[in-house]
């Protein structure tokens, strides 16, 4: 497991390589990836939101605001998110993405 400094490192990472190139979907990403690792999902959440607005057809961006948004007990923002990552990339679908959505449906966490 990553101690706090090294996820510091990557976020001050992230943010500078956003600051340079405010348009870099791939940074705000991962800086979601690393946010939603710390427990900091509105965070994630913000910048999943940030790379979906720069780049509205990246299916992974959608999957993990579902997982954030699944994780917040956010199920209707989850499914709507997941549906979104199926609708870009079917190949996505698998029996751990429908179990998923099967939990959220029926008021399960994820």
Sequence with gaps: M????????????????????????????????????????????????????????YEKTHYNLGNAYGRQDKSDLAIESFKKALRINPDLDSPELQRRINLLQNKGRI
């Design 2 to 57: 990553k101690d706090t400094l090294q996820y510091d490192k990557e976020i001050a990472d992230f943010k500078a390589a956003i600051d340079i190139a405010p348009d870099n979907a791939e940074a705000y990403y991962n800086l979601g990836i690393v946010y939603a690792k710390q427990g900091k999902l509105d965070l994630a959440v913000e910048s999943y939101q940030a790379t979906i607005n720069i780049n509205p057809d």
